[in-house]
């Protein structure tokens, strides 16, 4: 009976010692796609919104002052039809005086004071065909039509197709124009040092994803 017992214990101890053999190793596949096909991006102007020079005593002391909202063309063209999206990445990340992830920030003044903030949207987009514009916050697994006044964040993925049953899907397009919408506002005035001239500083990046 002892003896029965002990293979027992014997076969349990060798099946948790290859048990653990086995977990002391996993694998790594590194795996992508590379395209013949090039998109360019480019953006009226230069890329430059410049909403020129503004009083301080124009600025409301206690809430956030609108500047307007401006309107720059994106144009993108690739060398043959296919699916692109566009990321958006503040290179003002922190500053945005909104708080949060959905705005974009103008730059930080007097080493710590945000400056202020603003939204970006996309209207009117043009291309080979009729399309809608589109957004994805899960890098292009699902995507959700975007309705005049949505704003776009740095989360989001933008692109342009139509619905396919209940779907909406990025189509295989070789050139796009759409109206890119600036609205930007000053923090209020009583939370800045404006006793010198300070400029504001808002930088984005839009860059192709190849779907």
């Excluded at 945000?114 to 065909?129: H, I």
Aim: hydrophobic content about 35%.
């Amino acid at each position: 009976m002892n003896k029965r017992l002990s293979l027992l214990t014997a076969a349990l101890l060798l099946t948790g010692a290859s048990s653990a053999f086995a977990a002391s190793s996993t694998d790594l596949t590194v795996t992508g796609l590379i395209t013949p096909t090039a998109c360019t991006p480019s953006l009226a102007n230069g890329g430059v919104v410049d909403y020129g020079k503004r009083s301080a005593k124009d600025l409301n002391p206690t809430t956030h002052t609108q500047l307007g909202r401006e309107t720059i063309q994106l144009t993108v063209n690739c060398d043959a039809s296919t699916q692109f999206a566009l990321k958006t990445s503040d290179n003002r990340e922190g500053s945005t005086s909104a708080g949060g992830s959905t705005t974009f920030g103008l730059g930080l003044i007097n080493t710590n004071e945000k400056l202020g903030y603003y939204g970006l949207s996309v209207r009117n987009p043009v291309a080979d065909n009729p399309v809608t514009a589109l957004s994805s916050r899960n890098k292009g697994d699902t995507w959700s039509q975007i309705r005049d006044g949505d704003g776009i964040t740095s989360a989001d993925w933008i692109a342009f197709g139509n619905r396919t049953g209940r779907a909406w899907t990025p189509d295989f397009l070789q050139n796009v124009t759409v109206d890119i919408g600036v609205n930007a506002y000053i923090a209020p005035a009583n939370s800045l040092t404006l006793t010198d001239e300070v400029a504001l500083d808002g930088s984005a990046t839009l860059q192709i994803e190849y779907l």
